[in-house]
């Protein structure tokens, strides 16, 4: 009798299995099939996306990817522009959306919960007080920083791949500045790991990780380590206030941070090794080499 019912039990699971099987088949087939029609909606897509941004998306082209169980959409040549300004709009050469199906269709309008943005060109402007400015960004009012956090806050995954940002500095000087990101939400943990390169010989490295909202530290707990490397301590300089300060130094810099937040309250750690460098000051006047300096603090 028992060997009979879990008989029974076995069949009907096998069944339950064999159907689940084949509607996600079928579902990820049908999924396949509609995404490779994408381009025909190009006109659609674009203005759905429009109306739940503050600025305007234009795209050379839209494509669809199927990706594990959800489609990607991806959008080549992008151009974006913030009404408003007098800037060239921002270029990228693809950006990737992520579509949460089964929200999509119960709000009827794409949810998205991914996006990737790669050969993003940035233009920047450092002025003789120390200000820094983001060509095309600056100006734009209140509610581009509004739909930036609710977008940080909500989105699962945003990554920024082969990113591109041209600063020009108050000597007239461009400097070029590699960055790739990478934040992830995994409920309300939150990641960030992203890496600046400079072409000066400054290379800074990022991680953080956190639960709550980062932008109330009230109801935020987090920790973020903080790496900075260079190779060339003058060029750092140059990104600071204007004026030479009375004191600096030429040479190579290791500067690591560890920074901990609990609910509002900070606590911050520093390690630092300078190796092969020079200290001077009053406009140079006096210089005092060192070979070596390693230095540790707890704020």
């Known amino acids: 009798m028992q060997n009979s019912i879990f008989h029974k039990l076995s069949d009907v699971l096998w069944g339950l299995i064999i159907l689940i099987l084949v509607v996600l088949a079928l579902y990820v087939s049908v999924g396949r099939m509609l995404t490779n029609d994408i381009s025909?909606?190009?006109?659609?897509?674009?203005?759905?996306?429009?109306?739940?941004?503050?600025?305007?998306?234009?795209?050379?082209?839209?494509?669809?990817?199927?990706?594990?169980?959800?489609?990607?959409?991806?959008?080549?040549?992008?151009?974006?522009?913030?009404?408003?300004?007098?800037?060239?709009?921002?270029?990228?050469?693809?950006?990737?959306?992520?579509?949460?199906?089964?929200?999509?269709?119960?709000?009827r309008s794409l949810q998205v919960t991914r996006i990737?943005?790669?050969?993003?060109?940035?233009?920047?402007?450092?002025?003789?007080?120390?200000?820094?400015?983001?060509?095309?960004?600056?100006?734009?009012?209140s509610?581009?920083?509004?739909?930036?956090?609710?977008?940080?806050?909500n989105v699962e995954h945003v990554s920024l791949r082969d990113n591109l940002l041209q600063l020009r500095m108050p000597n007239g000087e461009v400097r070029d500045f590699d960055?790739?990101?990478?934040?992830?939400?995994?409920?309300?943990?939150?990641?960030?790991?992203?890496?600046?390169?400079?072409?000066?010989?400054?290379s800074i490295d990022v991680i953080a990780q956190g639960m709550g909202n980062?932008?109330?530290?009230?109801?935020?707990?987090?920790?973020?380590?903080?790496?900075?490397?260079?190779?060339?301590?003058?060029?750092?300089?140059?990104?600071?206030?204007a004026g030479s300060p009375p004191v600096w130094a030429d040479g190579q810099l290791d500067l690591?941070?560890?920074?901990?937040?609990?609910?509002?309250?900070?606590?911050?750690?520093?390690s630092l090794e300078a190796r092969d460098f020079t200290v001077s000051g009053d406009a140079g006047r006096w210089q005092v080499p060192l070979r070596r300096l390693a230095a540790q603090a707890r704020i």
């Open 179 to 202: 960055l790739d990101l990478q934040l992830t939400r995994e409920g309300s943990r939150r990641l960030i790991d992203g890496n600046l390169l400079s072409n000066a010989g400054t």
């Open 40 to 107: 025909s909606y190009r006109a659609a897509i674009l203005q759905e996306l429009n109306l739940r941004v503050p600025f305007n998306i234009e795209a050379e082209a839209v494509t669809g990817y199927w990706r594990s169980f959800a489609p990607d959409i991806v959008l080549s040549g992008l151009r974006l522009t913030i009404p408003g300004l007098d800037h060239a709009p921002i270029e990228l050469s693809e950006g990737r959306i992520g579509l949460d199906v089964l929200n999509s269709l119960r709000t």
């Open 214 to 241: 980062p932008f109330k530290p009230a109801e935020f707990d987090g920790e973020l380590y903080l790496n900075i490397r260079t190779s060339n301590l003058a060029a750092v300089r140059d990104l600071l206030a």
């Open 143 to 153: 509610e581009m920083g509004q739909w930036l956090q609710e977008l940080l806050l």
């Open 256 to 270: 690591q941070l560890w920074l901990d937040v609990k609910r509002g309250k900070t606590t911050l750690e520093t």
């Open 116 to 141: 990737e943005l790669t050969d993003l060109n940035l233009q920047g402007e450092l002025s003789e007080d120390g200000r820094f400015r983001l060509t095309g960004f600056a100006g734009g009012g």
